[in-house]
């Protein structure tokens, strides 16, 4: 399904309906370039099972968790491959521990980067940008 959005609140409208069909134990691939509002759609989603603390992008710690409160779900991990040079440098993390887990919803931004090193997805979603306008398909 495609949707198009013009600004931070409309992405995250999107990330609202979309994250009124999961369940947990969800992994969503987010794709996409710098700036084309993955991390906005992952606040949406976010927002949407309660986590009002600020959702930002884990290019440099890689991992975010995101406690929610929630019936049969315990957290969010919003993950981000973006500066992983070396799917090798995905090992160490022990996100086998925590993805796909029925408690525990994962974004993963750039999941390109980690090479068939982590769990396979469930969702795919791609981010594209033209003129200002945001597309994106949830797959």
Excluded: C
């Amino acid at each position: 399904m495609m949707h198009t959005t013009h600004n931070e609140e409309e992405t995250k409208k999107v990330a609202e309906a979309f994250a009124m069909t999961l369940k947990g134990g969800e992994v969503i691939f987010l794709f996409g370039d710098l700036g084309m509002g993955k991390t906005t759609f992952v606040r949406g989603a976010a927002e949407y099972f309660g986590f009002l603390d600020p959702v930002r992008s884990p290019s440099f710690t890689i991992v975010n968790r995101y406690l929610i409160n929630t019936p049969g779900l315990r957290q969010i991990l919003h993950v981000d491959f973006y500066r992983i040079e070396d799917p090798s440098e995905i090992w160490p993390l022990a996100l086998e521990e925590e993805v796909g887990q029925p408690d525990t919803m994962t974004f993963i931004e750039w999941p390109e980067k980690a090479e068939g090193n982590t769990h396979p997805a469930t969702h795919k979603i791609y981010f594209t940008s033209t003129d200002g306008v945001h597309h994106i398909s949830i797959q």
